[in-house]
Nanobody
Framework: QVQLVESGGGLVQPGGSLRLSCAAS????????MGWYRQAPGKQRELVAT???????NYADSVKGRFTMSRDNAKKTVYLQMNSLKPEDTGIYYC??????????????????WGQGTQVTVSS
């Protein structure tokens, strides 16, 4: 059974930092691309960042230069380091996993597994 468990969310002031973690089980983690999505109140879920099995990363324009996604295959965990947080970064952050990738750059086709989410609130 595949499980993705997020942690690290919370309340932070604008300009602050948080690090989210997502621990995976039930998959051959090193072969999977991983992603972070977020959903703000009243808005659709949006892709924040991805990291592939070949360690290439991609970020939404709104978080480039502020967020960094990384992975530790030995711990079967991905991280999202979030700096210079803004109120518009508020939302539920979800971890996702997939083995459906294409080409030498392992472009993600779609995500198959999801975590339950962790709340991030940026407010003074």
């Amino acid at each position: 059974q595949v499980q993705l468990v997020e942690s690290g969310g919370g309340l932070v002031q604008p300009g602050g930092s948080l690090r989210l973690s997502c621990a995976a089980s039930g998959i051959i983690f090193k072969d999977y691309a991983m992603g972070w999505y977020r959903q703000a109140p009243g808005k659709q879920r949006e892709l924040v960042a991805t990291i592939t099995s070949v360690l290439s990363t991609n970020y939404a324009d709104s978080v480039k230069g502020r967020f960094t996604m990384s992975r530790d295959n030995a711990k079967k965990t991905v991280y999202l380091q979030m700096n210079s947080l803004k109120p518009e970064d508020t939302g539920i952050y979800y971890c996702a996993a997939t083995a459906r990738t294409a080409g030498p750059r392992c472009v993600v086709i779609g995500y198959d597994y999801w975590g339950q989410g962790t709340q991030v609130t940026v407010s003074s």
